[in-house]
């Protein structure tokens, strides 16, 4: 019994950790195929954007795009957001 327990407390800890990561933005590794600059302040035009964003993994488009349809997450991220959805959130 005390092995079922601490097999779920952890796979909880798991979830919970998997959650609190679940802003795409916090990792910022992928964003710099998507603009000019190591500033991150000129996007690239969007055919080169449209590039990018389909050279990404399908998980992570889609976790963009839920994101980006979420206002308070997305105002940070305007501009960026407005390509991803001006893709149609294309998954």
């Known amino acids: ?23 795409p933005f ?3 590794a992928a964003l710099p195929t998507f603009y000019t600059d190591a500033a991150m302040k000129t996007m690239k035009p969007m055919a080169e954007f449209r590039k990018a964003w389909f050279a990404m993994p399908k ?13 308070a997450m997305s105002k940070p991220h305007a501009a960026f957001c407005a390509n991803v ?7």
Do not use: E, Y
Not at 59 to 71: A, V, Y
Not at 85 to 91: D, E, I, K
């Open 26 to 28: 916090s990792d910022l």
């Open 85 to 91: 959805l001006a893709l149609g959130g294309a998954n």
């Open 59 to 71: 998980r992570d488009r889609t976790k963009m795009t839920k994101t980006c349809n979420d206002s």
């Open 1 to 23: 019994m005390g092995t079922k327990i601490a097999c779920l407390a952890a796979a909880a800890i798991g979830l919970l950790a998997q959650q609190a990561s679940a802003d």
